[in-house]
Structures are given as structure tokens and as C-alpha cells.
């Protein structure tokens, strides 16, 4: 069951503003969004939770951010021609079938970058893991920097439309960010993201040894895992 209390919850709730804003012409194309303090001051949220929104945003195309100049409004942000409907992505039901869709993609996906990927490519996937790890130090739950993560392997298959298809999906496929986890403490909270993590490392050492079989394997047990998790959750019992 949701939480709307929750940082991802609320990051939601920020991001479905300044979606509705985007796309009811409010703030047009090339607009700059309100700054990081004008949204907290508006909105009564954190920092952190404005930056998981307008990750979530770009993830989505509906923004581009510019280094040290702030967030704005893609050219043509309507032109996506498929997309998860952010509001209905908090149903167990929802995040079950979006689950069974990204293993019918993703698992081919690693395979193909541990068969294609360059050291450029292995080198930001990696980076995308120590992103992850970094943000987890800091005590928040990394929705975006997984989403990165993703799509790092995604590029790295050089097939153009796996990142496509991904940033179709946005970043509401990480079900976390929508979806209130039985783990209520802290410290299950950590555990239970430390061990996506290690999921996670299997998957970059499959990558990175260039090995398809491996790669596709650590990628179908990391989303199964994921799957049975939220299975569990919505039959009522921890994942």
C-alpha cells in the first residue's frame, strides 16, 4: 500500500505538479523551473525530495537539466509516444505487470551489453553503482541513480532503443518509488537495499567479464527477486 507520506511519495506529488504545468503550457518549452528553494518553500518538501522529482522528470523527457543553470523545459516534451501513467503506477497490480515487462526486456538487454559494451560503457555502468552506493551512504533510497543505473546497461547494448524504451517507461519502473515496502525501519529499509545492491554488482561483474551468460543470468534474478518481492507484498506478506 502507498504511503503518502513518504519522500517518494511526495517526490511524486511534486513531479505530477510540474508535469500538469508542463503539460497545460504553464511552463513552456525552454522555461526555467522554479529553483530547488522556490519548490520547497511552495511545496513544504525537501531538497532531496524536489531532486528525486526532477530526476524522475528528465528520466521522463519532460526536462533537461543545464550544470549550474538549473532545470527546464525540454523543446518538445510531449513527444513520447508511450508511457507508464505515473498516478495508476502505485497499484501492486501495476507494478507487477510493469515488473514481468522490464524482464522481457532488460535480461536481453544485459546480455547484449556484456557483449558489445566498451570500456567506455563498462566504465559508467560502473560509475552508475558507485552512484548508487553513495547515495544509500547518505541514508536516501537512490530511486533515480537506479534508474540511471538501468539505463547505463541499456546503452551499453549500442542498440538506441533500449534507452528509449526505457526512458518511455520513466523512472516510475523502479517500484520503490512508488510503493510503501513492509520493511518499515530504517534499518530493514538499509538491509533491503543493500541486498538490490548486491544484486546489482552481479550484474556490472557479468558486464564487465564480457560474459552474455552470466550478464543475463545476475539481470533475470535481480528482476525475479524484485518481482516475487512485490508478489509477496501484495498477497500480504514481506517481501
Same mark, same amino acid.
Given at each position: 500500500?502507498?504511503?503518502?507520506?513518504?519522500?517518494?511519495?511526495?517526490?511524486?506529488?511534486?513531479?505530477a505538479r510540474?508535469?500538469?504545468?508542463?503539460?497545460?503550457?504553464?511552463?513552456?518549452?525552454?522555461?526555467?523551473?522554479?529553483?530547488?528553494?522556490?519548490?520547497?518553500?511552495?511545496?513544504?518538501?525537501?531538497?532531496? +525530495?524536489?531532486?528525486? @522529482?526532477? *530526476? %524522475?522528470? /528528465? !528520466? &521522463?523527457?519532460?526536462? #533537461?537539466?543545464?550544470?549550474?543553470?538549473?532545470?527546464?523545459?525540454?523543446?518538445?516534451?510531449?513527444?513520447?509516444?508511450?508511457?507508464?501513467?505515473?498516478?495508476?503506477?502505485?497499484?501492486?497490480?501495476?507494478?507487477?505487470?510493469?515488473?514481468?515487462?522490464?524482464?522481457?526486456?532488460? +535480461?536481453?538487454?544485459? @546480455?547484449? *551489453? %556484456?557483449? /558489445? !559494451? &566498451?570500456?567506455?560503457? #563498462?566504465?559508467?555502468?560502473?560509475?552508475?553503482?558507485?552512484?548508487?552506493?553513495?547515495?544509500?551512504?547518505?541514508?536516501?533510497?537512490?530511486?533515480?541513480?537506479?534508474?540511471?543505473?538501468?539505463?547505463?546497461?541499456?546503452e551499453?547494448?549500442?542498440?538506441?532503443?533500449?534507452?528509449?524504451?526505457?526512458?518511455?517507461?520513466?523512472?516510475?519502473?523502479?517500484?520503490r518509488?512508488?510503493?510503501?515496502?513492509?520493511?518499515?525501519?530504517?534499518?530493514?529499509?538499509?538491509?533491503?537495499?543493500?541486498?538490490?545492491?548486491?544484486?546489482?554488482?552481479?550484474?556490472?561483474?557479468?558486464?564487465a567479464?564480457?560474459?552474455?551468460?552470466?550478464?543475463?543470468?545476475?539481470?533475470?534474478?535481480h528482476?525475479?527477486?524484485?518481482?516475487?518481492?512485490?508478489?509477496?507484498?501484495?498477497?500480504?506478506?514481506?517481501?
Amino acid at each position: 500500500m502507498a504511503d503518502k507520506h513518504s519522500p517518494n511519495n511526495l517526490a511524486e506529488r511534486v513531479m505530477a505538479r510540474l508535469s500538469a504545468d508542463i503539460r497545460g503550457g504553464r511552463l513552456a518549452p525552454g522555461a526555467r523551473l522554479p529553483t530547488e528553494q522556490e519548490l520547497t518553500s511552495t511545496m513544504g518538501v525537501s531538497r532531496t +525530495v524536489v531532486r528525486e @522529482a526532477v *530526476a %524522475a522528470l /528528465r !528520466a &521522463d523527457g519532460l526536462v #533537461v537539466t543545464r550544470r549550474g543553470s538549473g532545470a527546464y523545459v525540454a523543446d518538445n516534451p510531449t513527444a513520447s509516444p508511450f508511457r507508464i501513467v505515473a498516478p495508476h503506477i502505485g497499484r501492486i497490480e501495476d507494478v507487477l505487470d510493469v515488473m514481468q515487462l522490464r524482464l522481457a526486456v532488460e +535480461v536481453e538487454a544485459a @546480455a547484449l *551489453a %556484456a557483449e /558489445r !559494451a &566498451d570500456r567506455k560503457h #563498462v566504465a559508467k555502468v560502473r560509475a552508475a553503482l558507485r552512484d548508487i552506493d553513495r547515495v544509500l551512504r547518505h541514508g536516501e533510497g537512490a530511486v533515480a541513480e537506479d534508474f540511471a543505473f538501468h539505463r547505463a546497461i541499456a546503452e551499453a547494448t549500442g542498440n538506441a532503443q533500449f534507452p528509449r524504451f526505457l526512458a518511455f517507461l520513466g523512472s516510475h519502473v523502479i517500484p520503490r518509488q512508488s510503493v510503501r515496502l513492509s520493511a518499515d525501519t530504517p534499518a530493514e529499509r538499509r538491509a533491503y537495499l543493500e541486498r538490490i545492491q548486491r544484486e546489482h554488482g552481479c550484474i556490472v561483474a557479468g558486464i564487465a567479464a564480457g560474459d552474455p551468460v552470466e550478464a543475463r543470468r545476475a539481470m533475470r534474478d535481480h528482476l525475479t527477486r524484485s518481482l516475487e518481492r512485490y508478489r509477496k507484498l501484495a498477497e500480504g506478506s514481506n517481501p
